[in-house]
């Protein structure tokens, strides 16, 4: 290779590693703002923000949700496996809600310590198969 | 002093010389309209007719099999770029600008492809059409990546000057590639994990991720396709005071 094009090549790989650098530390000084959402845990250690709007990711708890009344008020637990927040909300769920789903919901922490939440959003997990196959997946779990 | 055997690089300059590669390409598309057609037909039918519906989803998870090759088509498209801009810049192959210059718009296609796919699958599964989440965030600033490289060709005049721009303009923007790949590794984002590329097993039984695959390498050849077809039409601007150029042109066809 011709020294002046060593060169070059040299000062792109420079350069590459200069704005690689320059992204990982803009990226670590903004790791919080880049969390879509916090999780159960945060909350009960009360790293989440009070009084003001935030999102809660996690897990629907089997045989939690509740529907009080008659009209679209629903309480569910949401679970990250190692700790619980209680969630109320009135409004429509998104068609993939159920309990053992992944969701986020925007809201605040009320004084009783339970997230109302003004939106909720369905997290689809990444596993793709028929029915059949997740019947016959449920079946083999279940005498554990 | 050289690392590349000589025959191997004479090849290289061969096939990279202007008249040479217009007159591959010109051999190539017919073949590789073909390949595409053969991958595409299987890969559409296998995906939206064959392919069973969803455990959770039903049938609405079959956009899957255009929003995920778009996406990884976007990210792919823009690696060859960024590579094609180092050597534009090391060697100064004119081959490498065009090509270069060539893949943006289509890069950018796919890209807008992924993004309203992804939108209209997100509506009905998560609830919303758009969200900031990493993932969705960083996908929207390769699509203006896209964008910028072509509106920064065309704004200076010097074709050269302007090539030599945007491969640096290209090689910065790279580092939002792993940024997008990671992204819901890295941070909580309401888009899902990986599922093809999880290394110990993907979690996509094997009757929805064959269609999905062919579908992914169809989209690579029509990418072949398109960018030839750009890149003929670059050489042909890029070279018209070329004695081949008006030979080609006197040419009766």
């Known amino acids: 290779m011709k020294p002046h094009r060593k060169q070059r090549l040299m000062l792109i790989g420079l350069m590459l590693i200069g704005i690689g650098l320059a992204a990982t ?8 703002n880049l969390m879509y959402f916090f999780s159960t845990t945060d909350v009960v250690e009360g790293k989440a923000p009070k009084e003001t709007l935030f999102r809660l990711g996690g897990m629907v708890v ?7 009344g008659a009209d679209l008020l629903v309480r569910f637990t949401l679970s990250d496996f190692s700790k619980e927040v209680s969630v109320e909300y009135s409004g429509i769920l998104p068609d993939l809600f159920r309990e053992g789903q992944g ?25 793709y198969m028929p029915p059949e196959v997740a019947d016959s997946l449920k079946k083999n779990q279940e005498p554990k | 002093m050289s690392i590349i055997p000589a025959p191997i690089s004479r090849f290289f300059h061969k096939t990279a010389s202007p008249p040479h590669f217009y007159a591959l390409a010109d051999k190539l598309i017919p073949w590789l309209t073909v390949l595409f057609l ?16 969803d455990y959770q989803q039903g049938d609405s998870y079959r956009i899957i099999y255009i929003h995920v090759p778009a996406a990884w088509m976007s990210l792919f498209i823009y690696v060859l770029m960024a590579i094609m801009g180092g050597i534009a810049l090391v060697w100064r192959i004119k081959l490498a600008e065009v090509m270069l210059i ?9 890209t807008f492809i992924a993004l309203v796919t992804g939108s209209l699958w997100g509506k009905p599964m ?22 910028g490289v072509t509106s920064l060709y065309g704004a200076i005049e010097d074709k050269r000057d302007a090539a030599r721009a945007v491969s640096i303009l290209a090689l910065v923007g790279v580092v939002n590639i792993p940024i ?26 094997i009757s929805m991720l064959i269609p ?42």
């Open chain 1, 62 to 68: 089997k045989g939690s949700v509740q529907r009080p």
């Open chain 2, 126 to 147: 998560w609830g919303t059409w758009w969200v900031w989440d990493a993932r969705l965030t960083s996908e929207l600033i390769l699509l203006f990546l896209y964008l």
């Open chain 2, 38 to 53: 053969l991958l595409l037909i299987p890969g559409l039918y296998g995906g939206l007719v064959m392919a069973p519906a």
């Open chain 2, 212 to 253: 999905l695959l062919l579908m992914a390498v169809a989209f690579k050849v029509y990418y072949a396709i398109a960018v030839l077809q750009a890149a003929k039409l670059q050489l042909l601007k890029r070279e018209a005071s070329a004695q081949w150029v008006k030979s080609l042109l006197e040419k009766p066809q």
């Open chain 1, 103 to 127: 969701i986020v919901a925007k809201g605040r922490l009320d004084n009783r310590g339970v997230f109302v939440a003004e939106e909720v959003l369905a997290k689809h997990d990444e596993n």
């Open chain 2, 102 to 110: 060539s893949s943006a718009p289509i890069g950018a296609g796919f």
């Open chain 1, 25 to 32: 530390f803009a990226l670590k000084a903004f790791n919080e």
């Open chain 2, 180 to 205: 997008i790949h990671y992204s819901v590794e890295w941070w909580n984002t309401l888009h899902q994990g990986p599922t093809v590329s999880k290394m110990d097993k993907p979690s996509i039984h």
